[in-house]
């Protein structure tokens, strides 16, 4: 009997862990931090489940919320090994040595101030956690660059990556089993991209027949509005900001979603829509992020490859663009008039450099707040998303009186047509599970689902549920 038992990411977008049990073996799809949620840092601390049970995972992409837990699991006991596509395993490396940093930080403020119980000012996971854990990983290559083939993660268990067009090395996972000498496949989304993005390939179709698809739902109930159409809109905004020499904020996740707006305002400049300004990403994890990118071209698509061949014209690098590391040129940034924009993590304004500038700019009716991502319930960004007048920051309240701006089309993920539209290209599907997405999200798209695929049984899974299959 085979089954998938949900531990996070499900019921919501954060703390993705998804347990297969096929074969006589336990594998787990992801294994990522809960953000964002009032307990989360509880939630973080440890698993529902024996890490030396589990043996082997799978990585689908970078994120946090979807490898941020890994270092734990390796030091509370999984012995087994970790697979991912090889651009997963350099981004994952620099995302979690960028965590632990943090951690460090966070640890050392709480033993200063004497906060919380004493096992929580010691960090829980360091640097030699994150060495450690590197060790587990095996990379394994996109079935495109590798002949279709299979690859036998432990006995009687194999799977394929085709690409998920999220972020760079984000994979569509395809898991094949036996019992009872009949073949099955159970596949994972992860987080699928959508259409058109810049610097990636579409999401790809598996060829195999799927009987049980684990799909995300983040953006389950909408529609976003052609990628051509957002690209106008955004240089509008900028060009209207720009006009009132206001400062342009914007939460950006590092990994992502930071490379795809540079490489968007590159393009903009150059074709002329927009005038060039100065343009400051400010956070060191997206710089180390970006050398990421520049090392893995070769997973690019075809159109953005050109771009990089071209020795003058490099797309994540340009004239009045600066890449900023240190806390001095951060701060440098507060005496700065603008016109300018600064773009910064966390991508939801919980933490990071950018609460730094919210509390520099929000209060000015000059600037401007660019949300281009997804805002989870109760982060700072959904309050602003949701019309604050007033917002805590750092434990300080400000007037938002910076005009907002809403990019929802430069989201990583697909929106719900695309959703339907892929799970309808699969051959042999008998079940849909959606993870990775609030309530009100999944239920509009297990409805659109439903009259696309009557045939094809699908549930909302909640975190803790299992599912027979
Ligand atoms: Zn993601």
């Given at each position: ?12 977008v954060t ?21 964002g ?26 994120h946090?919320d ?99 067009g999220h972020i ?23 987080d699928m991209g959508p259409k058109g993005v810049p610097?990636l390939?579409?999401p ?12 995300e739902s983040t953006y389950g109930n909408r529609a976003h509005i052609p990628l051509k159409q957002a690209k106008i809109e955004l240089a509008q905004a900028i ?9 342009m904020v914007v939460p950006a996740f590092?990994l992502g979603r930071t490379q795809m707006l540079?490489y968007i305002i590159?393009?903009l ?74 773009i910064?993590?966390s991508g939801m304004m919980?933490?990071?450099?950018v ?13 401007a707040v660019f949300i281009t991502g997804y805002q989870a319930r109760?982060t700072t960004g959904r309050m602003i998303l949701s019309g ?15 005009e907002l701006f809403l990019f929802n089309e430069f989201s990583a993920h697909a929106d719900q047509g695309q959703l339907v ?15 990775h997405g609030e309530?009100q999200e999944a239920?509009m798209l297990?409805?659109k ?21």
């Open positions: 009997m085979a089954s998938i038992t949900f531990f996070g990411g499900a019921g919501s703390g993705s862990k998804h347990l297969v049990e096929v074969a006589g073996k336990r594998i787990l799809f992801d294994c990522g931090t809960f953000q949620l009032p307990d989360v840092r509880e939630r973080n601390r440890s698993f529902s489940f024996p890490p030396d049970s589990i043996d082997a995972v799978v990585l689908s992409h970078a946090l979807h490898c941020g837990m890994l270092p734990l699991l390796v030091k509370r006991g999984f012995v087994g090994k970790i697979f991912s596509t090889s651009a997963t395993k350099d981004v994952a490396q620099r995302m979690l040595e960028d965590m632990v940093g943090i951690e460090a930080q966070d640890a050392e403020y709480r033993a200063l101030h004497h906060l919380g119980s004493p096992d929580d000012r010691e960090p829980l996971v360091t640097l030699k956690d994150v060495t450690e854990l590197m060790l587990h990983f095996e990379s394994l290559p996109y079935a495109r660059d590798d002949d279709d083939a299979w690859h036998e993660i432990v006995e009687g268990v194999s799977i394929k990556f085709y690409d998920a760079l090395g984000s994979a569509i996972i395809v898991l094949r089993y036996e019992e009872d000498g009949v073949a099955h496949c159970i596949a994972y989304t992860g610097l390939h579409d790809e179709i598996p060829k195999e027949e799927i009987e049980v698809l684990l799909m060009k209207k900001v720009c006009d009132r020499n206001g400062v590092s540079v590159h393009k400049i150059d074709s002329g829509a927009i005038p060039r300004f100065p343009i400051y990403v400010d956070s060191p994890l997206a710089t180390d992020i970006t050398e990421v990118y520049r090392d893995h071209a070769d997973v690019y698509d075809t159109e953005t490859r050109a771009d990089f061949e071209r020795e003058d014209d490099r797309p994540l690098a340009f004239r009045n663009l600066e890449y900023i590391r240190t806390v001095q040129e951060s701060k440098a940034l507060n005496g700065k008039k603008g016109p300018f924009m600064v910064s993590a919980t933490a990071g450099r609460v730094h500038h919210l509390r520099n700019t929000i209060s000015n009716p000059n600037n109760g604050a007048k007033n917002i805590e920051l750092h434990g300080e309240w400000f007037p938002v009186r910076s539209d892929f799970a309808k290209q699969i051959k042999g599907l008998k079940n849909i599970a959606l993870v309530e239920k297990r409805e689902l439903g009259e696309a695929l009557p045939s094809v049984a699908t549930t909302y899974s909640h975190e803790g549920t299992t599912l027979s299959i």
